[in-house]
Structures are given as structure tokens and as C-alpha cells.
């Protein structure tokens, strides 16, 4: 087989398995209610729990709390997002569903990158319901649109390839719930010892240094910067550079862990 036929064959398998994985989520609308609401609690919830504590106390790019939040919570949710992407595949596991994907003359790696894909996509409606319900609370681009669609892209795309540690993670665990468990060791962490939600400067000293120099971090100041106009101090490809290791390192995992579980 030619090199064209086959790229031509991993694009189409690829597609077929996003598409299957797009349709469960349309034939399941109470998993699209809770997929919203979850995102609009947490920045409303977020939003005025810490608004006025921290909004009083420090001084913060934006002016108001909802501008420097939204780009954290968006962090945060998205990768919420790719989370599912191994749950979804430990439970295809579960299911059997992966034996007969195995009878068929089709890619192994279709089956991880289709769930990848369609994760990103719904991650997309998930980012616009944010950038609404921001709007609502104040949040405003202060770097124009084009930026803001930067910022949105830059996100989707950490996203992304958090899916692939979260493939990782459902292969290697080979269970739904342990899948979650083990996704949620490394999202609370990053998330919480980042500036997702406080200036780094509040923290402990010894917990800045490990604060500014993770990904979490450089995802949401990159995101921040594109939003706000405010100086990146290299985090946009800083967290570039990361989104390419993450996938050089975790894609190869993820498929060998698929080829030996299947």
C-alpha cells in the first residue's frame, strides 16, 4: 500500500470513529444538559465565591475578577473535556465494542484519535457556552476578537492533547471508574497549584516554583495574554513546546497500551 492510500485510510477511519463518538453524544441529551451546566456553575460559582475576596485584595490584569477568571475556568473545563476521552475509551474497552473494531480492516489508531477528535469538538460547544455566560458576568475581550479566537485555539489545542494522556491513562488502567480516578490525580493538582484562579505571588514561596513552571500555568497566562493584551513572558510557546512533547511522548503510549489491551 502506498504511503497516500495510507494516510488516505487513517484520515477515514479516523473520521468514522469521530462521527460514531459525536452520535453518542447526541443520543444522550441528558449527558449534553450536564455537560453545560457543569461549565456555567463553575465560573458563576467561582465568580462570586473568590471575586470579591480576591477582586478587594489584589490587583489583577483586567480589572475585574470575571476577566482574569475566565481564562482559568476555560483551562479548567477543557481539561475536564479530554479527561472523558479515557473514560470513554476504558468503558469501550469494557463494553466489547473494541473486539469488533478489532474483526474490522481498519487503523488501531483510529479508534484512540476519533475519541481524541470528537472530545475536541465537543470541547468547542463547551468553550462558546463559557465565552456566553462570561459575556453575561462581564468578561470582555480587551485584545480583540481575533486574539480571543487565538486564545480559544490555543486552549482547544492543550486540550487536545491532554485527551492523549487521558488515552494513556483509560489503556492503561483498562477501567472506567480508575480511569477518572487516576485523570483526577493529575487535573486537581495542575490546576489548583497554577494560576487558574489566584495570581502566583499569593502563594507559599516553595509552591510558586513548581506554580510557574507547569503547563497549566502557561496554558492559562497564554490564554490570558491573547484575552487581555497583557505580556505572555513566553507563555504561548511555552505551552506550545509542552503540547508537543505531550503528544510526541503520550500518542506512541497510548496506541502501544491499545495494541496490548486489545
Given amino acids: 500500500m502506498s504511503v497516500g492510500k495510507a494516510i488516505f485510510y487513517q484520515v477515514s477511519d479516523t473520521w468514522e470513529i469521530?462521527?460514531?463518538?459525536?452520535?453518542?453524544?447526541?443520543?444522550?441529551?441528558?449527558?449534553?444538559?450536564?455537560?453545560?451546566?457543569?461549565?456555567?456553575?463553575?465560573?458563576?460559582?467561582?465568580?462570586?465565591?473568590?471575586?470579591?475576596?480576591?477582586?478587594a485584595g489584589t490587583a489583577i490584569p483586567g480589572g475585574k475578577y470575571i476577566n482574569y477568571l475566565l481564562p482559568g475556568i476555560l483551562t479548567q473545563m477543557i481539561m475536564f473535556g479530554g479527561m472523558q476521552t479515557g473514560i470513554g475509551l476504558a468503558r469501550d474497552m469494557s463494553s466489547g465494542i473494541i473486539d469488533r473494531f478489532r474483526s474490522l480492516p481498519m487503523s488501531r489508531g483510529a479508534v484512540l484519535a476519533g475519541r481524541a477528535f470528537a472530545d475536541t469538538i465537543r470541547n468547542i460547544f463547551v468553550a462558546i457556552i463559557m465565552l456566553v455566560v462570561g459575556t453575561l458576568l462581564g468578561f470582555r475581550f480587551h485584545a480583540g476578537y481575533l486574539d480571543g479566537l487565538a486564545m480559544v485555539l490555543v486552549i482547544l489545542a492543550w486540550g487536545f492533547a491532554f485527551s492523549w494522556i487521558a488515552a494513556f491513562?483509560?489503556?492503561?488502567?483498562?477501567?472506567?471508574?480508575?480511569?477518572?480516578?487516576?485523570?483526577?490525580?493529575?487535573i486537581f493538582p495542575l490546576v489548583f497549584a497554577s494560576a487558574a484562579f489566584v495570581p502566583i505571588q499569593t502563594m507559599p514561596h516553595w509552591l510558586q516554583k513548581f506554580a510557574a513552571n507547569q503547563p497549566v500555568t502557561f496554558a492559562t497566562n497564554a490564554a490570558r495574554s491573547l484575552a487581555l493584551g497583557t505580556p505572555s513572558n513566553g507563555a504561548v510557546w511555552k505551552l506550545l513546546l509542552w503540547i508537543a512533547g505531550i503528544l510526541i511522548v503520550f500518542i506512541p503510549l497510548a496506541v502501544y497500551n491499545y495494541r496490548r489491551r486489545a
Fill in 169 to 186: 491513562l483509560g489503556m492503561f488502567t483498562g477501567d472506567e471508574e480508575t480511569a477518572q480516578l487516576a485523570s483526577f490525580v493529575i
Fill in 18 to 55: 469521530t462521527k460514531r463518538n459525536l452520535y453518542r453524544y447526541l443520543r444522550l441529551p441528558r449527558l449534553i444538559f450536564f455537560s453545560s451546566v457543569q461549565p456555567i456553575m463553575f465560573l458563576v460559582l467561582f465568580n462570586f465565591v473568590f471575586g470579591g475576596a480576591i477582586g
